[in-house]
Structure formats: C-alpha cells, structure tokens
C-alpha cells in the first residue's frame, strides 16, 4: 500500500470520527492531546506553546462506567489532555504495525490520570479509535472449576488439567470481554455504520483499554498471555472489515 493511499484512508476515517464527534449522542467523543518534552505537565502548561511537540485529536468511545475524575467532576471530558514524549515513543505508535503485540499497562497512583492517558490511546499507539470500557466483575474460580468438571475427561493429568483450565479461563474471559465492547457497539450502531463504510477498503485500527484492570485479574491474565486470540473473538464483531485490535490496560494496583 502506498503512503499516499493510507493517508488517504486514514483522512476518510478521521473525517467521519470528527463529524461524529460534534455530537456527544453519536458516542465519539474527542479531545485534543499535546506532546510535552517536559515530564511534568503543570511545568508544560506554564512554560506554553514552547513545551508542546505535537498536537493531535484522540478520538474514543467509552462505556457509561467511566468516568474521568478531575477537577471535582466526574463526567467532564477535558477539552486538551497534556502527554509526556516517552508515552508517545516508538514502542507504543508502531506496535500497530506489528499486529499488536505489546499490552500497554498504565499502573501509577491512584487519581493520577489513567483514565484520561487510556482514553488518549488512539495518539499515543497511533490508532483510529480507543473503545475505553471497564469490568467490574472478574471471570470467578468456581466458574472455570464448574466448566472443568463439566467437560470432565478421563485419565487426564494434573498437567494437562492445568493448561485445560487457562484455556477455560480464556473462553470465559474473552467471552465476557466480547460481550461489553458488543454492547457498546450495539448502543451506538448508527455511528458504527459510518465508520465501517470508511474503513471497508483498507480497516480500521483500535484500541481496546481496560480500566480498572486490578478489578478483573483473571481477564487481565487472559489478555496478556493470549492477546491474539483476543483480539480475534473482537473481530468477529466486525464481519467483512479488516480491524486490528491493540490493548492498553490501567489500574493502581494492576502491574501486581
């Protein structure tokens, strides 16, 4: 594909997110992101428009559990979100290109803004569309020993029982995470008809994000170890469209 031919796919896609956008009722909503050198961005905001490196709009979708907390309102959506260069490096923007083989984990202190810098994934792993979403409840023990012992096979051994029951734990898991980002593709179905025609010649690229992923260990397991499978049962909500699905997963206590 020539670079003249992806730019031009790219423009159509970004043109239907931004009409999109004007109106929060579509589902798109956006935010314009700025790259700082400086790490601290209330020293970016002061020192102004000599700090910023790049300027871009991060396009997402988010479920109705999320909010960004900040500034004493948790349904406001920032007008401009500040990133620091290191967030917006190679490893995260060309792992598209890659097939998605990196998981972003975003892991800092609580209130610190992982929420927002998930939602701004679009820029920093240089995608179409962050589907931001958050799950609640984890994929239990007693469900996978259920479905073990309802497929139970003869003579098998603890080893082969073991790797029997991470592949349980990823159908349930992915399972579970199909069914929430279905929902939001179902809630906001008109918009989605506008997208997937801009995408139907040359895909469309995403962003998975998963917040509050200390919340939903056993899924986030799922996602790490197996992340091309699913990524594969999210492509099925997308028949005849070539989508490339990327994750990013945030939480205070998820790295553990």
């Known amino acids: 594909m020539s670079e003249e031919h992806q730019e031009k796919k790219s423009k159509n896609v970004q043109s239907v997110l931004h009409d999109l956008s004007s109106d929060p009722a579509t589902g798109i909503l956006h935010f314009q992101t700025k790259t700082v050198i400086n790490k601290k961005m209330d020293d970016a905001k002061i020192n102004g428009a000599e ?102 096979i003869e ?16 159908v349930l898991a992915f399972g579970q995470l199909r069914a929430h980002i279905s929902a939001l593709v179902t809630k906001y179905a008109d918009s989605w008809t506008k997208i997937l025609k801009a995408a139907s010649t040359d895909g469309l690229k995403l962003v998975v994000a998963l917040d509050e992923g200390a919340t939903c260990p056993n899924l986030v397991r799922s996602i790490i170890s197996n992340r091309s499978q699913a990524a594969e049962r999210l492509h099925q909500l997308f028949p005849g469209i070539r989508v490339t699905v990327l994750f990013s997963i945030g939480g205070t206590c998820v790295a553990s």
């Open 51 to 152: 700090a910023v490196v790049d300027a871009k709009i991060a396009y997402f979708m988010r479920d109705e559990n999320i909010r960004f907390r900040h500034e004493g309102d948790q349904d406001a959506v920032r007008e401009v979100i500040y990133l620091a260069a290191e967030q917006v490096g190679e490893q995260f923007v060309h792992s598209a290109g890659e097939g998605g083989n990196t998981v972003a984990v975003f892991y800092s202190a609580s209130g610190s803004g992982k929420t927002v810098e998930l939602a701004a994934s679009s820029v920093t792993r240089g995608v179409d569309l962050t589907l931001i979403t958050k799950i609640e409840r984890d994929i239990r023990k007693q469900q996978i020993e259920e479905t073990l012992e309802n497929e139970r």
């Open 155 to 170: 003579s098998e051994s603890d080893q082969e029982r073991d790797l029997r029951r991470i592949r349980t734990r990823n």
